[in-house]
């Protein structure tokens, strides 16, 4: 089998094929058999008609195109083998050329423009040299993560006062436009201060209590009315404050594979120099 190759950028090149009628034959074999299998021809078993019987009634060139089609594959892989191409994608042929139907002499030529991978060389890393600063986890990073791991655990009271910025509220809303209402959401749990929901929601919860009802202007964040101006009103139906456990021994093996506040803490500390280590590199 022959095969070249042009360069038509640094990302394509165009393989050409070209396939002997002996190495096109296995192909040309397998399509007898494989025809064989799958026609009903009278007075003969499937997987037992001849070739020249198939010749007559299936036709050689549907013969030839089975065999093509069967082959094709293969002649490609083989060709990028040979010539040393990385293939990225899939590629794009062309049969410029098929053997002669009568006695399947005559080579078979095959044109294939597929995406490659470019060529570069590296440059010479010998003696380069990166400074990165000393890494420092502080007990202060420690205690941060420690708290956003007992926020975790921590459990919703409800408690008798207003709102304040970190309650979850229970809060009813409904969003009317020109006197009509456009949208609701009942019972909906939301943290006051997070800035989650729409614009004022939380300035309008903070110091409200229990039952109590407030309206606020704010714009529509989705839904049919997203972008307009609406008239919001809020009812607060709970106040609730996160109970966090006690950060002990006792929590420590409720929420890690260790048995001492300690050892969490020594692994919280592990843990941020980590992530600080792969910062690093990434900034390198």
């Given at each position: 089998?022959?095969?070249?190759?042009?360069k038509l950028s640094p990302t394509r090149?165009?393989?050409?094929?070209?396939?002997?009628?002996?190495e096109l034959k296995p192909s040309i074999d397998h399509a007898y058999s494989h025809i064989a299998e799958s026609v009903n021809i009278p007075g003969f078993r499937k997987g037992k008609v001849p070739p020249p019987i198939i010749d007559q009634r299936v036709g050689r060139d549907e013969v030839l195109n089975h065999a093509v089609s069967d082959g094709l594959d293969k002649f490609y892989r083989q060709a990028i083998e040979e010539q040393k191409i990385r293939p990225l994608g899939r590629p794009e042929a062309?049969?410029?050329?098929?053997?002669?139907?009568?006695?399947?002499t005559g080579e078979l030529k095959v044109v294939v423009e597929v995406d490659v991978r470019p060529d570069f060389e590296l440059p010479n890393l010998d003696g380069l040299v990166l400074t990165v600063d000393p890494i420092e986890v502080?007990?202060?990073?420690v205690e941060t993560e420690l708290q956003s791991l007992l926020a975790r655990f921590g459990t919703l009271i409800t408690v008798d006062r207003p709102a304040a910025t970190g309650d979850f509220a229970q809060i009813d809303l409904?969003?009317?436009?020109?006197?009509?209402e456009v949208d609701t959401a009942n019972a909906i749990s939301y943290e006051v201060g997070s800035g989650d929901l729409i614009d004022g929601i939380d300035e309008a919860l903070d110091g409200l209590s229990a039952g109590e009802t407030t309206v606020f202007e704010s714009k529509l964040l989705?839904?049919?009315?997203?972008?307009?101006?609406?008239?919001?009103?809020?009812k607060l139906l709970a106040v609730k404050e996160r109970e966090l456990p006690t950060a002990d021994d006792d929590f420590a093996?409720?929420?890690?594979q260790f048995d001492t506040l300690d050892e969490l803490k020594a692994d919280i500390r592990e843990?941020?120099?980590?992530s600080k280590v792969f910062g690093q590199g990434t900034q390198a």
């Open positions: 089998m022959k095969t070249t190759v042009d090149v165009k393989l050409s094929i070209s396939v002997t009628p002996d062309d049969i410029t050329e098929l053997p002669n139907v009568k006695d399947f502080t007990d202060e990073e409904v969003a009317t436009i020109g006197g009509n989705g839904g049919d009315n997203e972008g307009e101006s609406a008239e919001i009103t809020v093996q409720i929420a890690s843990q941020v120099k980590k």
